[in-house]
């Protein structure tokens, strides 16, 4: 950890700002020829060697060439050498900015010893469906709180010195025909909602690099949408490096070239050896620039974004050699992806607090436990996680890797339970009787239980990425049942991608959201079980039966990418989403947008907000008011001014996350920048921040749980604020 906080420090220091990598590069490109500038933006071998994406070297310039490699959850065909993390879900779940900077840094870490230039990774998509396939790979229903997590991930990445890639850019919010599919968004809610955690990576990260979206946006691809590309993202916006395609989903050159792509990854026609060199970009460049179809300027901006990206992250000198394979697997890392599964485990139900099972709490003198479900036992590991066969550690797709191992949950409390002298019992298998006959024998009963989802070029269980339902798979619920109806003191864990159905939910005494934990998955949750760590997850989405929610995935046949045929997803809800939705419509969710328990209790009191020239600064005291130590994530949600019409009731804009000794109190200050406190103004144009009216200000633990309730006026305060 000391060489990352180094690396950290000193890359701070050295960081460049765009304007100095903009003169360098300049100098840089000055005499490359349009052959070398072709070969800087068209990929070579066509995912067909080491890294998922390549571009050649230019050998006169010294250039060693480029490397592109996923994930999300750490480097990509690493063959175990690499540490496999846990799902971006669970980064966010923590609702920790500082841990989820160190994730991102120690990734970042991962990625530049192995001489990858640039991580594909975080996703900021938006959790719109509950049964879309890669909302385990971003960071859940809300915008602002994607927004802060891809910063904090971008950061820690680029402070180590690899390139965080910020995809996928916009829209892509489900898999079913992601590449034959038109998202229609209203363009506030484009804005609001669905460019602004890109806006956010732009701003307050300096993303050095964006991944376009296989989707198209109101009936234009991304990837041929200048709108998007040149007069939003690289206009208003202003972001100053390069856009990449997603693999394979560019179809042609002058459309997607001219409407600002600057890369074509991973540079062939199709997938597959035939393509490579066989590029709709490559010489077909040369050829539109002679027929007048784009100016010799498109190409030339194009090759001056990917050299500025470079120089602004330190990378155009003494960078790594490519190496996919050397061992960056340390106990540090380790440690962190065994942390952030404990934290990001949420304990939505602790009926007679029956969890933590520890001495101090075994007020049931819990002598033997049982364990059941096959997904407490060790993970049957496919490529790219194709398959849901033991423990879950992860969803399948691209943004998975190669694990070295997985610690299971028997395993690991098996042996945690021996440091309590308590004896395991374990049927590790769907088996309902089997389950029901171990569960009856002992004082203490834990079921696992699963759901997977990915991406749609893997079909796992009749699911194509998206998931063909909320339900649990292999039985899951005939298997709680049967062991609760054994059992009163019945637990359940539960590793899925996101919300399931829990018809069990008033059976049980205990229910774990574990969610996708990675390696150390079992250490994780015996953690939380045992009382090693107070949970203090929180979830990044509402949870709720299906029909409930303002959208849904489609099953639509399997069209053509990149044709004229396209599923229609109408984003009719707007700004609507998640827990607008529900407050909106008035439906009471299973469990709301920010819900978590703890072993220890929380009080929230002295709510206060100024509005100062640079945003809104809220305060407010946060006691733990029970005998344990604790975490607590107060969270801030804003009602704005009256005259915004047609508005979300309330909007998440702030959390702290604040550890507390029992019977501590804090002063937490909350701040909610100008940028947050604006609305998206489509007669203007441009985000407004509002300056007349009232913003009411509500704290508390999650979307339905907002016992502090004040007003501020929008205009500048006079009042000064007394400092923390
Ligand atoms: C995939 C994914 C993208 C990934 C890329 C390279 O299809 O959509 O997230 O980074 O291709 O594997």
Same mark, same amino acid.
């Given at each position: 950890?000391?060489?990352?906080?180094?690396?950290?420090?000193?890359?701070? $220091?050295?960081?460049?700002?765009?304007e100095?990598?903009?003169l360098?590069?300049?100098?840089?490109c000055?005499?490359?020829?349009?052959?070398?500038?072709?070969?800087l933006?068209?990929?070579?071998?066509n995912?067909?060697?080491?890294?998922?994406g390549?571009?050649?070297?230019?050998?006169?310039?010294?250039?060693?060439g480029?490397?592109?490699?996923?994930?999300?959850?750490g480097?990509?065909?690493?063959?175990?050498?690499?540490?496999?993390?846990q799902?971006?879900? @669970?980064?966010?779940?923590?609702?920790?900015?500082?841990?989820l900077?160190k994730?991102?840094?120690?990734?970042?870490?991962?990625?530049?010893?192995?001489?990858?230039?640039?991580?594909?990774?975080?996703?900021?998509?938006i959790l719109?469906?509950?049964?879309?396939?890669?909302?385990?790979?971003?960071?859940?229903?809300?915008?602002?709180?994607?927004?802060?997590c891809?910063?904090?991930?971008?950061?820690?990445?680029?402070?180590?010195?690899?390139?965080?890639?910020?995809k996928?850019f916009?829209? /892509?919010?489900?898999?079913? #025909?992601?590449?034959?599919?038109?998202?229609n968004?209203?363009?506030?809610?484009l804005?609001?909602v669905y460019?602004?955690?890109?806006?956010?990576?732009?701003?307050?990260?300096?993303?050095?690099?964006?991944?376009?979206?296989? @989707?198209?946006?109101?009936?234009?691809y991304?990837?041929? /949408?200048?709108?998007?590309?040149?007069?939003?993202?690289?206009?208003?916006?202003?972001y100053q490096g390069?856009?990449?395609?997603?693999?394979?989903?560019?179809?042609?050159?002058?459309?997607?070239?001219?409407a600002?792509?600057?890369?074509n990854?991973?540079?062939?026609?199709?997938?597959?050896p035939?393509?490579i060199? /066989?590029?709709?970009?490559?010489?077909?460049?040369?050829?539109?620039?002679d027929?007048?179809?784009?100016?010799?300027?498109?190409l030339?901006?194009?090759?001056?974004?990917?050299?500025?990206?470079?120089f602004?992250?330190?990378? %155009?000198?003494?960078?790594?050699k490519?190496? &996919?394979?050397?061992?960056t697997l340390?106990?540090?890392?380790?440690a962190?992806n065994?942390?952030v599964?404990?934290?990001? #485990?949420?304990?939505?139900k602790?009926?007679?607090?029956?969890?933590?099972?520890?001495?101090e709490?075994?007020?049931?003198?819990?002598k033997?436990?049982?364990?059941?479900?096959?997904?407490?036992?060790?993970?049957?590991l496919?490529?790219?996680?194709?398959?849901?066969?033991?423990? &879950?550690?992860?969803?399948?797709?691209?943004?998975?890797?190669?694990?070295?191992?997985?610690?299971?949950?028997?395993?690991?409390?098996?042996?945690?339970?021996?440091?309590?002298?308590?004896?395991?019992?374990?049927?590790?298998?769907?088996?309902?009787?089997?389950?029901?006959?171990?569960?009856?024998?002992?004082?203490?009963?834990?079921?696992?239980?699963?759901?997977?989802?990915?991406?749609?070029?893997?079909?796992?269980?009749? @699911?194509?990425?998206?998931?063909?339902?909320?339900?649990?798979?292999?039985?899951?619920?005939? &298997?709680?049942?049967?062991?609760a109806?054994?059992?009163k /003191?019945t637990?359940?864990?539960?590793?899925?991608?996101?919300?399931? @159905?829990?018809p069990?939910?008033?059976k049980?005494?205990?229910?774990?959201?574990?969610? %996708?934990?990675?390696?150390?998955?079992g250490?994780?949750?015996?953690?939380?079980?045992?009382?090693?760590v107070n949970?203090?997850?929180?979830l990044?989405?509402?949870?709720?039966?299906?029909?409930?929610y303002?959208?849904?995935?489609?099953?639509?046949?399997?069209?053509?990418?990149?044709?004229? !045929?396209?599923? !229609?997803?109408?984003?009719?809800?707007?700004l609507?989403?998640?827990?607008?939705?529900?407050?909106k419509?008035?439906?009471?969710?299973?469990?709301p947008?920010?819900?978590?328990?703890?072993?220890?209790?929380?009080?929230?009191?002295?709510?206060?907000?100024? %509005?100062?020239?640079?945003?809104?600064?809220?305060?407010?005291?946060?006691?733990?008011?029970?005998?344990i130590?604790?975490?607590?994530?107060? %969270?801030?949600f804003?009602s704005?001014p009256?005259?915004?019409?047609?508005?979300?009731?309330?909007?998440?804009?702030?959390?702290?996350?604040?550890?507390?000794?029992?019977?501590?109190?804090?002063?937490?200050e909350?701040?909610i920048?100008?940028?947050?406190l604006?609305?998206?103004?489509?007669?203007?144009?441009?985000?407004?921040?509002?300056?007349?009216?009232?913003?009411?200000?509500?704290?508390?633990?999650?979307?339905?749980? &907002?016992?502090?309730?004040? $007003?501020?006026?929008?205009?500048?305060?006079?009042?000064?604020?007394?400092?923390?």
């Amino acid at each position: 950890m000391k060489f990352i906080l180094a690396l950290i420090f000193l890359s701070k $220091t050295l960081a460049m700002t765009w304007e100095e990598a903009d003169l360098k590069a300049r100098e840089w490109c000055a005499d490359l020829t349009n052959e070398e500038k072709i070969s800087l933006v068209t990929g070579r071998e066509n995912m067909t060697g080491v890294c998922v994406g390549s571009i050649d070297p230019i050998e006169r310039k010294d250039f060693a060439g480029l490397c592109m490699q996923d994930g999300p959850a750490g480097v990509r065909f690493a063959n175990g050498t690499a540490t496999s993390w846990q799902a971006s879900i @669970n980064t966010a779940a923590t609702f920790d900015r500082d841990l989820l900077y160190k994730v991102g840094a120690a990734q970042g870490k991962e990625f530049r010893d192995r001489g990858i230039n640039y991580a594909l990774g975080p996703s900021v998509n938006i959790l719109r469906a509950p049964a879309s396939g890669r909302i385990w790979e971003a960071y859940g229903e809300d915008p602002f709180f994607v927004g802060e997590c891809g910063v904090q991930i971008i950061k820690g990445m680029q402070d180590s010195g690899t390139i965080a890639t910020v995809k996928h850019f916009v829209g /892509n919010d489900q898999e079913n #025909n992601r590449g034959a599919s038109s998202s229609n968004i209203p363009e506030q809610a484009l804005w609001e909602v669905y460019i602004d955690p890109f806006y956010r990576a732009v701003k307050d990260a300096e993303v050095h690099a964006v991944m376009s979206s296989y @989707n198209a946006i109101n009936g234009t691809y991304s990837v041929q /949408n200048k709108k998007l590309l040149t007069d939003y993202l690289k206009g208003k916006i202003g972001y100053q490096g390069p856009v990449m395609s997603d693999w394979w989903s560019i179809y042609d050159v002058e459309k997607s070239f001219g409407a600002g792509m600057d890369i074509n990854m991973p540079g062939g026609k199709a997938w597959g050896p035939d393509y490579i060199g /066989n590029s709709y970009w490559g010489e077909h460049i040369q050829e539109c620039i002679d027929k007048g179809i784009f100016p010799q300027e498109r190409l030339d901006d194009a090759a001056l974004r990917i050299i500025r990206s470079l120089f602004k992250a330190g990378q %155009m000198e003494n960078f790594p050699k490519v190496n &996919l394979y050397i061992d960056t697997l340390t106990e540090e890392n380790k440690a962190l992806n065994r942390k952030v599964g404990a934290d990001s #485990n949420v304990l939505l139900k602790n009926d007679d607090s029956i969890l933590p099972i520890s001495k101090e709490n075994n007020k049931k003198k819990i002598k033997k436990i049982a364990i059941i479900g096959k997904d407490a036992m060790p993970s049957k590991l496919c490529n790219d996680m194709g398959c849901a066969d033991g423990t &879950l550690p992860l969803g399948w797709g691209s943004g998975t890797t190669d694990f070295k191992y997985v610690i299971d949950p028997l395993s690991a409390i098996t042996e945690r339970a021996k440091k309590e002298g308590i004896k395991v019992v374990s049927s590790g298998n769907d088996n309902i009787i089997s389950g029901a006959l171990t569960a009856i024998k002992a004082d203490l009963a834990i079921v696992f239980v699963q759901a997977s989802s990915g991406e749609e070029y893997i079909t796992v269980e009749g @699911n194509k990425g998206d998931r063909q339902n909320l339900d649990l798979w292999h039985h899951g619920n005939d &298997l709680v049942k049967a062991v609760a109806a054994v059992n009163k /003191n019945t637990i359940v864990v539960i590793h899925a991608p996101g919300p399931v @159905n829990l018809p069990f939910k008033n059976k049980v005494k205990g229910i774990i959201f574990a969610g %996708m934990p990675g390696q150390e998955t079992g250490n994780s949750i015996a953690d939380v079980l045992f009382g090693d760590v107070n949970p203090s997850g929180h979830l990044p989405f509402t949870w709720a039966p299906r029909e409930d929610y303002p959208t849904d995935v489609k099953y639509d046949e399997t069209l053509p990418g990149g044709g004229e !045929q396209k599923t !229609q997803y109408d984003y009719d809800e707007g700004l609507f989403i998640g827990y607008r939705w529900f407050d909106k419509k008035n439906i009471e969710p299973t469990y709301p947008f920010g819900y978590g328990l703890s072993y220890t209790t929380f009080n929230y009191s002295g709510l206060d907000a100024i %509005m100062e020239e640079d945003g809104l600064h809220v305060t407010l005291t946060v006691t733990n008011t029970g005998d344990i130590a604790g975490a607590a994530v107060p %969270m801030i949600f804003l009602s704005f001014p009256e005259f915004v019409k047609d508005y979300p009731i309330r909007l998440f804009k702030g959390f702290n996350k604040t550890i507390l000794e029992a019977g501590e109190a804090k002063e937490i200050e909350i701040f909610i920048d100008n940028h947050a406190l604006s609305y998206y103004d489509v007669e203007v144009k441009d985000y407004v921040k509002p300056k007349e009216g009232e913003y009411v200000v509500y704290a508390g633990s999650n979307a339905r749980d &907002l016992p502090l309730k004040t $007003t501020v006026s929008a205009a500048i305060s006079k009042k000064r604020r007394n400092h923390l």
